[in-house]
């Protein structure tokens, strides 16, 4: 009867006119209602049948009305819209179709939906992975929301789902790029390709890795130097900076590595094949040579060339370790030449490394965990590779390489595509000297020290040399993020002044770019190509949607994995990496998978346990029980498939408080 009546609206809208408007962001729950956070200090309610017209992340104005002696809030105008392309699945009710987002902040919602042009409903069952548009939004429209199926994803049960859901998530293609009939070589009139052919390079890799663009050679010298060979592969023979493919390669940035699969950069063609380093195989390719004194000093005698090289042998890391560590290998035992080479390659490896633990940073040793799938797709297991002695002398002469172009770009041009860290956050310092300096009779350490590059070198190799983590660990939080520049600088968390990577141009964007200013440099002509202010962000950006991508295949491969451990009660180690209120996240040293333990399975009275993300730390009855850095022993409580989620509990039992004590607590809580 009042509905549709033009006297009550205009009271309504005349009533909302008086109320106190609040603009801000919409937090969701999984509970159905939610939060306006207005700042960082101030929120409102907002009751369930509100939350309907906003998704979590929405930046609206609400209205500020009492409702039951609460003020909450309700949404009316949308100032800006937080989603409007998400992943979901189909869910059929009626037979009508609708969309339940794959998110934890909006799985709450179930939204009416209709297939774009092309896509028919009919092909799509219920729980099928989709795509999907908002095309009508609550508060900007008339009517519930309401969203376009723009992608058939794969079908519910496709056990390529982690992959193929996870790669649409993040908008990342699926497959390499379409390649070309015929690749033709495009060298720049004067450039010259020395001869390489028979000098004895060895390339060293995993054994299933098609796409090898580094090969190595060193020759040790009588006053026991190292002359050192770098040949990287040369794809920028192939693709100059007009070309469309250059274009396609600079969209993607670098090769996806996900577990279990990969999608290159660049064509299979390409990647695999022509710019792959395959063993007596003559491949283009642009050389580094330099001496490397015996105490692990690299020489000024830096010379950059372009050459045509071939692979005398093609080595895999866990051979030529068992070789070196054990003076024999079952599956693989080298000619004398090939013996000398590698020899010589390790020794090398070796003043390197002991000259960057006295004078740059080593990060510790920790394995690389590995997904071994079946052709179905099914996890078959999960390997804990630990780095070893081939590893480490790949690492070396890599490192090496990018040390010398740094140094080349940054003196020849002043720009390039350059790795720097620039050590601490500048207004963290002060917290960062505060905190190493604790139980100290000197202050070893000063603000002015940690922010140059020899401190923050010095620092972090001391704290290396401690028995516990802890500090290290603490002090993380306080660092700069690495970026990638156009301009020299340093690297802090490596020690370095500069470094430009150029080693991996079959598998990153920055690295051909750093190829074609190498090349210029060799022909002492202008570069072809100078990397832009954008290209930096751009290659960051890109980083960042495959970490995640990475992360969130294997957080998926963990929950089908372990999904029958909380009854079989396995335990496992756990090392803690971060603490807050409401619990500790750890990493399962068996097989690199993310836990969370919350409080309540530690202890099961809150007034007992503070869990403080300021200084790392839990404690239980004001005794710390837990510190960042810290292993132990866990079990899992819980695998949530949904959510791709692991819950653990600590094996080890905390007793119960003394009654005095539980009594002190409830007064001291009542207080």
């Not at 799985?107 to 409903?121: E, N, V």
């Not at 620039?422 to 002060?430: C, I, P, R, S, V």
């Not at 704290?463 to 520049?485: F, H, P, T, V």
């Not at 969370?596 to 004001?622: A, C, H, M, Q, Y």
């Amino acid at each position: 009867m009042f509905q549709d009546n033009p006297l009550l609206a205009q009271l309504k809208q005349q009533i909302q006119e008086t109320l106190p408007k609040k603009e801000g962001t919409i937090k969701a729950t999984e509970k159905g209602f939610g939060f306006l956070e207005v700042d960082a200090k101030n929120s409102f309610f907002i009751p369930p049948p509100y939350m309907k017209k906003c998704m979590h992340g929405d930046k609206v104005v609400a209205i500020i009305r009492t409702e039951k002696d609460r003020e909450v809030a309700e949404p009316q105008e949308l100032i800006e819209q937080a989603v409007t392309r998400f992943i979901g699945r189909v869910k059929l009710i009626k037979g009508k179709l609708n969309v339940v987002p794959d998110s934890p902040t909006l799985k709450k919602l179930t939204l009416k939906a209709k297939t774009k042009k092309g896509i028919k409903s009919d092909d799509l069952s219920d729980g099928d992975w989709v795509v999907a548009q908002v095309i009508r939004h609550p508060l900007k429209d008339d009517g519930g929301f309401f969203v376009e199926i723009t992608e058939k994803i794969t079908d519910t049960n496709d056990k390529i789902a982690p992959w193929w859901v996870t790669l649409a998530q993040n908008d990342l293609p699926k497959t390499e790029p379409a390649g070309l009939e015929n690749w033709e070589i495009n060298d720049h009139s004067d450039l010259e390709r020395i001869d390489l052919k028979d000098v004895p390079f060895v390339t060293i890799d995993g054994e299933s890795t098609k796409d090898m663009d580094d090969a190595l050679y060193a020759k040790k010298n009588d006053n026991g130097s190292f002359e050192l060979t770098i040949a990287i592969a040369d794809p920028t023979a192939y693709i100059t900076p007009e070309d469309e493919m250059d274009k396609v390669a600079r969209e993607r940035g670098f090769t996806i590595y996900l577990p279990g699969r990969n999608i290159p950069m660049l064509p299979r063609d390409l990647a695999d094949d022509l710019c792959s380093l395959i063993e007596n195989e003559v491949r283009p390719a642009i050389c580094c040579k330099v001496t490397v004194s015996a105490d692990g000093v690299i020489q000024d005698d830096i010379q950059f060339f372009a050459a045509n090289m071939k692979s005398h042998a093609r080595l895999a890391y866990d051979n030529v370790s068992d070789w070196l560590e054990t003076g024999t290998c079952d599956q693989w035992q080298p000619s004398e030449e090939i013996a000398q080479v590698v020899t010589e390659l390790s020794e090398f490896a070796n003043a390197r490394a002991q000259w960057r633990e006295t004078h740059a940073v080593v990060f510790p040793d920790r394995p690389d965990y590995r997904f071994e799938l079946s052709e179905d797709n099914d996890v078959v297991a999960i390997h804990a590779d630990m780095r070893r002695v081939a590893n480490r002398l790949v690492e070396e002469s890599m490192i090496t390489a990018n040390i010398c172009a740094g140094r080349v770009l940054s003196k020849a041009y002043g720009y390039g595509v350059f790795n720097t860290h620039l050590g601490f956050k500048a207004d963290k310092l002060k917290d960062v000297v505060e905190l190493v300096n604790q139980g100290k009779e000197d202050n070893l350490y000063t603000e002015e020290n940690l922010s140059t590059l020899e401190g923050f070198a010095q620092l972090r190799r001391n704290l290396g040399g401690l028995d516990s983590s802890y500090l290290d660990n603490r002090i993380r939080k306080y660092q700069a993020y690495s970026e990638i520049s156009n301009q020299p600088d340093a690297h802090y968390a490596m020690g370095l002044d500069v470094y430009a990577t150029w080693t991996s141009p079959i598998r990153k964007y920055g690295d051909m770019v750093n190829h074609r200013l190498l090349k210029a440099y060799i022909l002492g002509s202008e570069p072809s190509q100078q990397p832009d202010d954008a290209l930096g962000e751009e290659l960051a950006l890109h980083r960042k949607h495959h970490k995640i991508a990475e992360r969130t295949v294997g957080d998926w491969l963990y929950a089908r994995t372990l999904a029958d451990e909380p009854k079989k009660q396995t335990q496992f180690t756990a090392e803690i990496f971060d603490i807050n209120r409401a619990g500790i996240r750890a990493r399962l040293l068996e097989n690199g998978a993310s836990v969370f333990i919350p409080n309540p399975l530690i202890v099961d009275n809150k007034e007992r346990i503070e869990g403080n993300n300021e200084n790392g730390t839990v404690s239980i009855d004001k005794e710390v029980v837990y510190r960042l850095g810290d292993t132990f022993k866990v079990t899992l409580s819980d695998v949530n498939q949904e959510t791709r989620s692991l819950i653990a509990k600590p094996v080890e039992v905390f007793a119960d408080a003394p009654k005095n004590a539980s009594a002190e607590q409830s007064d001291e809580t009542a207080k």
